[in-house]
């Protein structure tokens, strides 16, 4: 068997492996529409459901009508029944979910406000050469800053413990 043999083989095994990986997501999003979609028939509320893949979970959003008691203070609702989703899912498949709940758009827009502000941190820790503690933010708000800040070329990190944990941006 030559260099180039191997190198085929292991493509092809990725290959497969890719596609596996990727219809457990699908699954994994059909399941979590399947329950929310009787949880809006249950709490009798309009809304439609798209499913996609991003990056190595599953994502659902529910859009339409006025859900925003689905989404509730600061998304508080939203975290629960994103929770409550993945057990739905872990219970049919076995297999732990990273399941990724979006409700009219909350996260986001969420998504966008944490960019600007983890911009804005850089800048300010940059220019100081000091660290700054940001508020306390859920586990989806702060793995967005850290990306952020990543991709800035700064480094993070979370401190507290939850609910009250937060993320510190590093000076170089």
Same mark, same amino acid.
């Given at each position: 068997?030559?260099?180039?043999?191997?190198?085929?083989?292991?493509?092809?095994?990725?290959?497969?492996?890719?596609?596996?990986?990727?219809?457990?997501?699908?699954?994994?999003?059909?399941?979590?529409?399947?329950?929310?979609?009787?949880?809006?028939?249950?709490? %009798?509320?309009?809304?439609?459901? %798209?499913?996609?893949?991003?990056?190595? *979970?599953?994502?659902?959003?529910?859009?339409?009508?006025?859900?925003?008691?689905?989404?509730?203070?600061?998304?508080?609702?939203?975290?629960?029944?994103?929770?409550?989703? $993945?057990?739905?899912?872990? $219970?049919?498949?076995?297999? *732990?979910?990273?399941?990724?709940?979006?409700i009219g758009g909350y996260r986001a827009d969420r998504r966008s406000t944490l960019m600007a502000l983890a911009e804005e941190t850089v800048?300010?820790?940059?220019?100081?050469?000091?660290?700054?503690?940001?508020?306390?933010?859920?586990?989806?708000?702060?793995?967005?800053?850290?990306?952020?800040?990543?991709?800035?070329?700064?480094?993070?990190?979370?401190?507290?413990?939850?609910?009250? $944990?937060?993320?510190?941006?590093?000076?170089?």
């Amino acid at each position: 068997m030559t260099t180039q043999d191997v190198s085929e083989t292991v493509a092809e095994a990725a290959e497969v492996t890719d596609e596996a990986r990727l219809k457990l997501l699908e699954q994994e999003g059909d399941i979590a529409a399947d329950y929310l979609e009787e949880l809006l028939d249950i709490a %009798d509320l309009d809304g439609d459901l %798209d499913m996609d893949v991003e990056g190595d *979970r599953a994502a659902v959003s529910i859009v339409g009508g006025d859900l925003q008691q689905l989404v509730g203070r600061h998304g508080e609702v939203l975290d629960a029944l994103q929770e409550l989703t $993945r057990l739905a899912v872990y $219970r049919e498949t076995g297999e *732990r979910s990273r399941l990724m709940l979006d409700i009219g758009g909350y996260r986001a827009d969420r998504r966008s406000t944490l960019m600007a502000l983890a911009e804005e941190t850089v800048a300010k820790v940059k220019e100081s050469g000091a660290p700054v503690s940001l508020k306390p933010m859920s586990p989806f708000e702060r793995k967005v800053v850290h990306d952020a800040v990543a991709a800035a070329g700064l480094t993070s990190e979370s401190s507290g413990v939850e609910p009250r $944990r937060y993320v510190v941006v590093l000076p170089d």
